[in-house]
């Protein structure tokens, strides 16, 4: 089926730096979306971004966020500073115009803020 | 407060036998869909069903709108079937969907 790809699988970096989290979304999707998984716990809703802009986001998605897509490549997910909170898997999702209801999910990538 | 429920938590079931995971939300439906999260936590899309009942294999998923409630059902259980199963719905007011807290399923033999 339709795959998802996020780069990296694990990112281990310290406190107050910057990290950037990448996500190839199916190819013909132009609906993408971020959320946050903390071990162990609830799938969190983090920003919801089409046709280059910030739909919805959620109280998680904080000042040090941003989301951007330039020129159709990667799907990507800033933290700058990071802070020790943040450590979770962040899961990316793509949906297809007329079935923006329908989200493919990538394998997450493992963020460690130390 | 919290829109989407499921139940149970958890499950052990010998192989062989049914189960039954529940979702309940407490706002109106516009979508809802079933995934299964790997033990190392991947998601895959088990069923979109919005309304009404689906069929795919081993497995059926029924949404009752007026009810409020979705049920996923797993006949004959297998070992591969462990893991978390995970509801997440749209509300008619939202743009994106809300995941319950899942049900974690534990197949033995």
């Known amino acids: 089926g339709p795959k998802v790809l996020q780069i990296p699988s694990h990112q281990i970096i310290d406190m107050g730096q910057m990290v950037t989290l990448n996500c190839d979304p199916v190819s013909n999707h132009l609906y993408f979306y971020w959320y946050k998984q903390i071990l162990g716990q609830q799938m969190e809703f983090l920003v919801n971004?089409?046709?280059?802009?910030?739909?919805?986001k959620s109280k998680l998605f904080k000042d040090q966020f941003s989301v951007e897509r330039p020129d159709g490549s990667y799907f990507t997910l800033k933290i700058q500073p990071t802070a020790l909170e943040d450590s979770a898997v962040y899961f990316c999702?793509?949906?297809?115009?007329?079935?923006?209801?329908?989200?493919?999910f990538g394998a997450g990538t493992r963020l460690s803020v130390l | 407060g919290q829109q989407v429920q499921q139940s149970p938590t958890s499950l052990v079931l010998q192989e062989g036998e049914n189960a039954e995971l529940q979702c309940n939300f407490s706002t109106s439906l516009n979508s809802m869909q079933w995934f299964y999260q790997r033990p190392g936590g991947s998601l895959v899309s088990v069923f979109y069903n919005p309304s009404g009942t689906k069929q795919s294999g081993r497995l059926t998923s029924t949404t009752v709108i007026k009810e409020r409630r979705s049920s996923l059902h797993i006949s004959s259980s297998q070992i591969t079937d462990s893991g978390t199963y995970l509801c997440a719905m749209e509300s008619n007011s939202g743009t994106y969907q809300r995941f319950g807290t899942g049900t974690k399923l534990q197949v033995v033999p």
């Open positions: 971004f089409y046709n280059g802009k910030v739909m919805e």
């Open positions: 999702a793509s949906s297809s115009p007329g079935q923006e209801n329908t989200l493919y």
